[in-house]
């Protein structure tokens, strides 16, 4: 039985590859490697979301995003960070919703493919957090933006075999500041942005 039991092990790997080794992921800042990072874009989300005529929040989100990260847990003031993340790429899983968003009156995905961050600050504000300033530019529009980051962890990815570092960030901006001013205020002003964030080391 056990000469049986080992050729089937044998067998499943070679169909399906080595197996994924479970692993700690390192949750300390201080622990991050330091060096140049770009955007694990199929791990990365941005999130936004409105209050709905006062009836009930709405949120959709943006995948696709790209940028690089420079950092260094012993300068942390130094850090900089560059993302962009595609216009057309919004969702709300509604797609008649989602044809408008993109459209002329909304985010103009047509006009500006682009939303752009770029940082300008960077503030520790604890072991594992940092309130990160920076330029946003929207629908044309730059103004100055400030997100509240936390570390998550880092860790070699099992799959991609690729040192990787997690962070979450949110904030708050006005979307007529930006000239999205479609149906404002009965769809807030007020958009609360989350974010989480995936970076491979180059």
């Known amino acids: 039985m056990k000469h049986i039991a080992a050729a ?13 080794i479970a692993q700690q992921a390192n949750t300390s800042a201080a622990s991050v490697q330091a060096g140049t990072y770009a955007i694990d ?10 209050d709905h ?7 959709g989100t943006l995948p696709g995003a790209t940028g690089t990260l420079s950092i260094d847990p012993k300068n942390v003031a130094a850090a900089k960070l560059d993302v ?12 008649t ?9 909304w985010l103009d995905a047509a006009k500006y493919p682009q939303i752009r961050f770029v940082s300008t600050k960077v503030l520790k504000t604890g072991p594992s957090t940092a309130d990160i300033t920076g330029n946003l530019t929207l629908h044309g529009v730059t103004r100055p933006v400030t997100l509240k980051a936390r570390f998550k962890a880092g ?13 979450t960030a949110e904030g708050m901006i ?17 958009t609360q942005i989350a974010i989480t964030a995936a970076f491979e080391k180059k």
């Open 53 to 59: 005529f006062g009836i009930s929040e709405f949120f």
């Open 155 to 167: 860790a070699i990815n099992p799959m991609k075999k690729v040192y990787t570092i997690g962070f």
């Open 84 to 95: 962009s993340v595609p216009t057309a790429s919004v969702s709300t899983t509604n797609k």
């Open 8 to 20: 089937t092990l044998a067998i499943a790997t070679l169909a399906v590859g080595a197996p994924i």
């Open 174 to 190: 006005k979307r007529t500041a930006f000239g999205v001013t479609k149906y404002a205020p009965l769809v807030s002003d007020d």
């Open 97 to 105: 919703l989602d044809d408008e968003l993109v459209g002329a009156e």
């Open 41 to 50: 874009s199929a791990h990365t989300l941005v999130r936004f979301t409105v």
